[in-house]
């Protein structure tokens, strides 16, 4: 099947500092990718959505200027936590789809990446 | 809004017992609900799905049976092994919206 990975797996940062999450489709072209946060014995909320080469869709609540994703090519989303806080440690997984949805597409996951700011 | 609620674990069960992960979800339309397995250190992978009522989704001897009288969508599994050790998560989406995950099941099958 499809794979997708992520970089790095975990990270531990100083608050203030920023840090860059990758997600890459191995083996396929992804023409939507998906960022997912989940806190401890909760569900996967969905962050925000990006289109190879258009601004991200973010969902209501995320902010846009903290959380910048980049989707520059087909195979490479990128998202940043800007001037990170304790209150951002989270994991955070992400997912690419191949096609757009005009019905049910399947999502591939990545394995997620542990942040953690002290 | 729609939103899934799923059973909370973890749940530990012997080699080759009858498993059980309940599931219930709200939709304003008509779901295509789903079943997703995280194994230890990878992402979440798609079980198995159902796309409208009455439908029976199965995958490596799982199944899920989508009750639109019972907003439910149950998996069970009739023997589970130690590799089936790994959280389950419930998932639904209408139309071309996003998935609506569950918070997860951790399932630990012991020898």
């Known amino acids: 099947g499809a794979v997708v990975s992520q970089h790095p797996s975990w990270v531990i940062c100083k608050s203030g500092t920023s840090v860059k999450i990758e997600c890459r489709s191995l083996?396929?072209?992804?023409?939507?990718m998906f960022w997912y946060r989940q806190f401890p014995k909760q569900s996967l909320m969905l962050m925000a959505t990006?289109?190879?080469?258009?601004?991200?869709?973010?969902e209501q609540g995320v902010e846009k200027d903290k959380f910048l994703i980049n989707h520059a090519s087909l195979t490479l989303s990128t998202l940043t936590v800007t001037s990170a806080h304790p209150e951002d440690s989270s994991f955070y997984i992400c997912?690419?789809?191949?096609?757009?949805?005009?019905?049910?597409?399947?999502?591939?996951f990545g394995p997620g990446t542990r942040l953690t700011v002290l | 809004g729609d939103s899934v609620t799923q059973m909370e674990g973890p749940v530990t069960l012997s080699e080759e017992a009858f498993l059980t992960i309940n599931c219930t979800y709200t939709?304003?339309?008509?779901?295509?609900l789903f079943w997703y397995v995280q194994y230890p250190g990878e992402g979440l992978q798609l079980l198995l799905k159902?796309?409208?009522?009455?439908d029976k989704g199965s995958n490596k001897g799982f199944e899920a049976t989508y009750r639109k009288e019972t907003t439910s969508f149950h998996l069970e599994k009739g023997s589970v092994q130690v590799s089936d050790s790994a959280v389950y998560f419930c998932?639904?989406?209408?139309?071309?919206?996003?998935?609506?995950f569950g918070t997860g099941t951790r399932l630990t099958v012991i020898p």
């Open positions: 997912s690419a789809r191949a096609h757009a949805a005009s019905s049910y597409n399947e999502q591939f």
């Open positions: 083996d396929f072209q992804a023409t939507t």
């Open positions: 990006s289109n190879e080469g258009s601004k991200a869709t973010y």
């Open positions: 939709a304003t339309g008509y779901p295509s």
């Open positions: 159902a796309t409208k009522a009455d």
């Open positions: 998932a639904l989406k209408t139309g071309a919206n996003n998935l609506f």
